[in-house]
């Protein structure tokens, strides 16, 4: 699954957007520090990333048989209750 194509005007648009968020954040950026500072970059990555018409990032997902999800710990997709793993909806960083 990709992204549609953009008309060009909605390109320059989202760029300018993109340039403004990052200008803004980058200031912020500068004036905090800790969380504040590290929740802005976290937050301009996922931005750019939902905007920059990369291929969607979770389409494996959608084959998986019941049961079975991605292992964060090995990045392989496994049965989880095989894994230990019983409960996936409450697992934690």
Do not use: I, S, W
């Given at each position: 699954m990709t992204v549609p194509e953009l008309p060009s005007a909605?390109?320059?648009?989202?760029d300018q957007l993109l340039a403004a968020?990052?200008?803004e954040?980058?200031?912020l950026?500068?004036?905090q520090s800790g969380k504040c500072a590290e929740a802005l970059e976290t937050l301009a990555?996922?931005?750019t990333l939902l905007t920059s018409g990369s291929p969607a990032v979770a389409p494996a997902s959608r084959?998986?048989?019941v049961g079975?999800?991605?292992?964060a710990a090995s990045g392989g997709y496994v049965d989880m209750i095989a894994e230990g793993i019983i409960?996936?909806?409450k697992v934690t960083r």
């Open positions: 909605a390109v320059d648009a989202r968020v990052a200008a954040a980058q200031a950026t500068a004036k990555r996922a931005f084959n998986l048989t079975h999800g991605l292992n409960d996936p909806a």
